[in-house]
Structures are given as C-alpha cells and as structure tokens.
C-alpha cells in the first residue's frame, strides 16, 4: 500500500546540479528505509543512497561519495536526493525505493531488500 512518486530529473550539462525528491504515501505511521537507484542502459541497477526515517543514517555508494547527498523532511514524507557536479556516468534512470521491516543498517543499497519502488525519472548529463 506504500506509493512513491520521484521529481525533480531532467537534463543538465556536466559539472551542474539536481535535487530530485520522494514523496512517500500510504502507512505514512511506520519507519521505512528509503532508496534511491539507478539504472543506465546495459547495465544493472545500482543502489546510490539510502536512509532511515526514523534514525539519521545515511549510506552512499562509493562512485557519488562527496558528490551527492540524501536527506529527508519527515513532516513532508518526502526524501531528497541533492546531486551536485553531474557527469555524463551519472545518467540513468533513477528509482526511489522503500521498505517498512529492513533492518536499516543491513544492505540498504542492495536492490533486493526494497519491497516498493516507484516509476523511475530520467537524468540526462550531456558533455
């Protein structure tokens, strides 16, 4: 019964920014691990950050460390993605993910633990 709905993609040239958002609906009461993956054509998907809504965790795959930053407004329902200095490797699909029983500090960036997944968005970094 969880919905998640992503905005916030579209095309930026390398070295700019964009922040896209999460907005989680349905049992809205229970803590939930949150994800953001990315799929480019050919390859697999791959987990890029992850947290918790009930801690101040926060996990990041090696190739955005430093580079990209979740956070979330819990109020709101919402988790953010803020991307900064974008190559043309981070183009892909991009899919916000949740769980409600994931132990939050166990694989958050393993595709196979996120039982929710919204409809993807699209970031495109042209040269």
């Known amino acids: 019964q969880v919905q998640l709905v992503e905005s916030g993609g579209g095309s930026v040239q390398a070295g700019g920014s964009l922040r896209l958002s999460c907005v989680r609906s349905?049992?809205?009461?229970?803590?939930?691990?949150i994800g953001w993956f990315r799929q480019a054509p050919g390859k697999e998907r791959e987990g890029v950050a992850a947290?918790?809504?009930?801690?101040?965790?926060?996990y990041y795959a090696d190739s955005v460390k430093g580079r990209f930053a979740i956070s979330q407004d819990n109020a709101q329902n919402t988790v953010y993605l803020q991307m900064n200095r974008l190559t043309p490797e981070d183009t892909a699909m991009y899919y916000c993910?949740?769980?409600?029983?994931?132990?939050?500090?166990?694989?958050?960036?393993?595709?196979?633990?996120?039982?929710?997944w919204g409809q993807g968005i699209q970031v495109t970094v042209s040269s």
């Open positions: 993910a949740a769980d409600l029983g994931m132990v939050p500090t166990e694989h958050p960036l393993q595709t196979n633990e996120y039982s929710y």
């Open positions: 349905g049992d809205t009461y229970r803590d939930a691990v």
């Open positions: 947290t918790y809504t009930g801690g101040s965790i926060a």
